[in-house]
């Protein structure tokens, strides 16, 4: 019982179980399906239908939050969230950060390219300039993964008022609304929202089919797949730097990008713990965006003000657009960790004991980041 191969059949118990033994498959069996070009919508990946109705109780979900739907009191409020007025009058609580556009990988090279370029379009041939964030052909032949999660200027979403469909809707930053817009002779009425501080908002969780309102929905809403469970599993092989289980993680890690349409890592992405590591995150990041992993995962990490600023900064972070106005004009943005301090972070680590528990028990003491 003391050797090795005891040892090493304990350790693929649990993930063996959980990705074998119980019958769970990525949607659609982790396929990419089709994309449409830029500026079409009508074909999306088979990410995008992941975090639709046409995924409820799907074998991904290990665990997920079920909605009613519509006449029951418990929809989901994604739309409202996530969405534009265009779609129900959607309030656009929740957009993208600039930043994330870039995490979006070519798929010729499975490599990232060079980061988008915040140019205004009163910028000479801003809209061809190679890498500008305004230019839709920046985002051509990327990770599928991006065309399911977030629209950027000139990309199509269906218009939907009073549950019936309204239209093709372009998006555009800060042409809200617009009628007669043109196209290649096409005229639209442009995305309308009033929440978008960056220049992206999001595709993915909103339900762009007829029949619902924006409180209405029956998405599942995914707390714990199988996608998520690959990449834990990699993350703590890596971090145990287990040899033995590397080859599994990796394959687990490639069959996740494998539904963005993405080649396998290649061998330099592996080769360290370090190097491994980056693209362990780096699927978290695209795989789930905007399924409130990310917090948790920079507090896991203790890597907080590494990924935005470090201690004592004075500009601190600032929310940026695909113009690159720091702030976009609007009031609720803002700058976060300006001139923070390490006691800052470490309050992002350590919870504070709650005064009612200290209170109950007079031996506690309390977390050192808060005293």
Known sequence: MAGTGYVHTQRRRSPDKVIDDYGLELFRNGEPGTCDPLGKAENLPNYYYLFTNVANGDKEFIIAFTHGGVGTDQGEHLMRDLAGRTLEYGQCWVTPRFEVANRYQDLTTGDFRDSLIAMPPTVADARTTENSAINPESYDNRDYRLKSSLLWDYEMIMGIYDKAETGWSPFVYKTWGVENFE??????????????????????????????????????????RLADVYLMYAEAVNFANLASERDYAIQLVNKVRHRGNLPALSAEKTATQEAFFEAIEQERIVELLAEGQRPFDLRRWRKIEERFCPPGDPDGYTIRDTWGNPTSGYSHSGTFFQNATNQVYERCYIFAIPESERNRNPNLTQNKPWL
Do not use: S
Request: glycine residues 14%.
């Open 183 to 224: 196209i290649d002779g096409v005229l639209y009425k442009t995305y309308e929202t009033d929440g978008c501080m960056t220049g992206y908002v999001f595709r993915k969780f909103v339900r762009n089919y007829a029949g619902q309102g924006r409180d209405e929905g029956d998405v599942d809403w995914p707390v714990i």
